[in-house]
């Protein structure tokens, strides 16, 4: 038996509770961990309380589950030890240190399985359990949106709606990867965050608009739900991209007009993680290209003040961990 972080309805962080529940048995062709550490994301915020969204919430709740999550025991981003594994696997053995995501949760416990071919990989020596587990939600995104979506060349001017922000962070450390010139925009209090993180320039949203400032972006890239297409328009160049996190019906119809328009576009997709992915960010960590920020970590036992946490909001990741 083991611990887990219960989610048995949606609803606010007090829904979930701690049981005891079986040890998942791997199958042929999967790996079972030992969890160290697991970041509670904005999407398991949003997947714990039932919110999707007023365009996406039938959908939401068609393919998470309508009156309760299809999945209760949830954390979809998790770092530990490989426990055992199943009969078929030769990528990985029993004790070595690994970390990833896993699409149908299970990592607010003690034990998860993952197929092995899924987005898995070892994890850099240089980087601790809980900044592995803060990584392939934010910088896997990150990554998705600046360099497969709107290709990112070096010399292009990106700037980050969000910097200091779960994804943002991530965009800001992978833009200036990319070789791009970037401009972060957050609150006051990020403004260090953000310049520590890499940012040629940040901007105080609360005393500046970033379309009145006179300047023009390649890229506008909004992890924050801060603006819009339409907002942001003027101040894009030519073949300008936005690129936003949060889909909508107007996003949908705009990325169609302006396919097959001249000028700035709008720009969307859906990322999920793999094993390619997932090697890749491991690489970055290595390297030291990217690097967490954590800003708190809670034991299992305190799940429901972990997720009050994260929903305050914070410039560094929240994370559950297990007792070792």
Excluded: K
């Excluded at 779960?166 to 070789?179: M, N, S």
Aim: charged share 15%; with cysteine; proline share 6%.
């Amino acid at each position: 038996m083991m611990h887990a972080a219960v989610t048995p309805a949606y609803g606010p962080p007090s829904i979930l509770e701690v049981h005891r529940v079986p040890v998942p048995v791997p199958a042929p062709h999967e790996v079972l961990v030992r969890v160290r550490a697991s970041t509670i994301t904005a999407g398991d915020l949003r997947l714990r309380s039932g919110d999707f969204g007023p365009s996406m919430h039938l959908v939401g709740r068609a393919l998470m589950g309508f009156s309760r999550p299809r999945h209760p025991v949830q954390g979809t981003m998790f770092s530990g030890v490989v426990a055992s594994v199943g009969d078929e696997v030769d990528g990985f053995a029993a004790g070595d240190a690994v970390f990833g995501s896993s699409q149908s949760g299970g990592a607010w416990a003690e034990y998860l399985v993952v197929p092995a071919d899924g987005a898995l990989a070892r994890r850099p020596e240089n980087v601790s359990h809980a900044e592995a587990a803060a990584t392939p939600y934010g910088a896997g995104t990150a990554w998705a949106f600046l360099n497969d979506l709107a290709q990112v060349q070096p010399g292009e001017r990106v700037l980050i709606l969000g910097g200091a922000g779960g994804v943002g962070r991530f965009a800001v450390q992978i833009a200036r990867h990319l070789g791009a010139h970037v401009t972060a925009v957050g609150s006051r209090a990020s403004l260090d965050t953000m310049r520590t993180l890499g940012a040629h320039a940040v901007v105080d949203y609360g005393e500046d608009d970033f379309t009145a400032l006179g300047e023009t972006w390649d890229v506008v890239f909004d992890t924050a739900d801060a603006s819009s297409f339409r907002h942001s328009r003027p101040v894009l160049t030519e073949q300008g991209r936005y690129l936003t996190l949060y889909a909508s019906l107007g996003v949908l119809l705009q990325m169609l007009r302006t396919r097959w328009s001249r000028g700035p576009r709008a720009l969307f997709t859906v990322c999920q993680g793999t094993r390619a992915r997932t090697e890749l960010l491991a690489g970055l960590l290595a390297s030291g290209a990217i690097r967490p920020v954590v800003a708190a970590r809670f034991p299992i036992e305190q799940v429901v003040d972990a997720h009050r946490r994260a929903e305050q909001g914070s410039q560094g990741a929240i994370l559950v961990q297990p007792a070792v």
